[in-house]
């Protein structure tokens, strides 16, 4: 059983129920949804699907809502096919009306004024920076530009221009109206998209309080780390928010390629010292969009993720618009599952840097327990879900087992590295929910007669503390 959890972007090639229920039999934990595409009544239908299937197959799936932040996307009336070393005009959409028709190509960003701030000599990268412009001239409404590496230009494509500050608000218009869309269905993930500081993510959380309310059971919000600011300000940003996003697609353009996998690595550790689960993302199995198969070095990609302890990865085009959205899971969780065989080193030492508490001893002793006597698997009841992300992170070799009956902890246990969760009903005691996971994980060949297990009951609300009940052999 994967311990590592994967992240699946639902689109046009996974939209179906039959392709879905089998993405999520595959080892999808988490639909993610990005606002950047598709609208409100195709986002409604997926998470009316992805919800149905998950209750009729009794599966912990979890619905992130990516917001598409102030992205700066080209706006052109027709393709155009940019050949290097070709001369190219650049606008922005606010001076549209004012341009006569050229004799040779132009197209528009659609940022209003982003013109002023761009300057000659900097680069527009285009799709990931496939396409590669750079700026020769500029004049008051246009910027005159060589193609340094050429491609189509489509419309709706994204844009980066590494260096300049786009001045935008992280939660743009759009995002507002997704963010209201979001919340009114339930989504248990909100990913934050070009987050610069934790004042972002503060601001995010208000929204979502004024919206909610205080008594709701708010989606967690995962920042993205895609941004130059982001590297800089990463400790506070990872300490304010829930989750974290190493979205390597912009990060790559934003800061030199060869020094994205170490900063890989910062972010996972960061995030581990911070008890924040972390996802690594973007082109993880990207031949796949188009291929039965992925490359070796795709292999050792997501191996090396595993290997760094990420809570999840994440597919992205291959799931969304690729040819196999199915096989691309089973071909994420078959890696993750062959590189979890592998032995780990023991990262326990990562909670203690943070954390000084009954608490958290309590935690690691039902840890030091688990490994001194070979237990199986490691079971407690979790109302918040916050015990389950402690355990999780010293990384056990035992089954993580969770009990709730909280609708939202069971769905973002879907986000956390080796919890496995069961969700219960809120009107079940507390106290009976263990033997009743027990049973079921038993009908489930999860657990046997025999197996010993350590038992871990969560903070119970109404002031009760929590308490490790210590080593059980299963009848």
Known sequence: MKKTKIVATIGPASEDEKTLKKMIESGMNVARINFSHGNHEWNARIIKSIRKLALEMEKSVGILADLQGPRVRVQTAENINARKGEKILVSDISFKKMIADF?????????????????????????????????????????????VSGGMI???????????????????????KDLDFALKHD?????????ESAKDIVDLRKKIEKKLGKNKKYPQIIAKIEKREAIKNLDEIVKTSDAVMVARGDLGIEINESKVIVLQKKIIACSLENLRPVIVATQMLDSMIKNPRPTRAEVSDV?????????????????????????????MKEIIEDTEESPFDDIYKFLDFNISSDYATIIRSAYELAKSFNAEAILMISVSGFTAKLVSHFRPEQKILMATNSQKSFNQSSLVWGVDGYLFNPKDKLDGLIEKMIKKAKSEKKLKKGDKIVIILGKIPHGEKMRLVGVKKIN
Do not use: Q
Request: charged share 30%; with cysteine; aromatic share 6%.
């Open 103 to 147: 004799s040779f190509n132009i197209f528009y960003l659609d940022c209003p004024g982003i013109i002023k701030s761009i300057k000659e000599g900097e680069e527009i990268l285009i799709e990931d920076g496939t396409i590669k412009i750079k700026v020769i001239k500029k004049e008051k409404c246009l910027l005159k530009a060589e193609v």
């Open 154 to 176: 489509r419309n709706r494509k994204g844009v980066n221009i590494p260096g300049v500050k786009l001045n935008l608000s992280s939660t743009t218009s759009k995002d507002k």
């Open 187 to 195: 989504v248990d993930f909100i990913a934050l998209s070009f987050v």
């Open 303 to 331: 191996s090396n993720a595993v290997i760094d302890h990420a809570d999840a990865v994440m597919l992205s085009g291959e799931t969304a618009s690729g040819k196999y959205p199915v096989e691309s899971v089973k071909t």
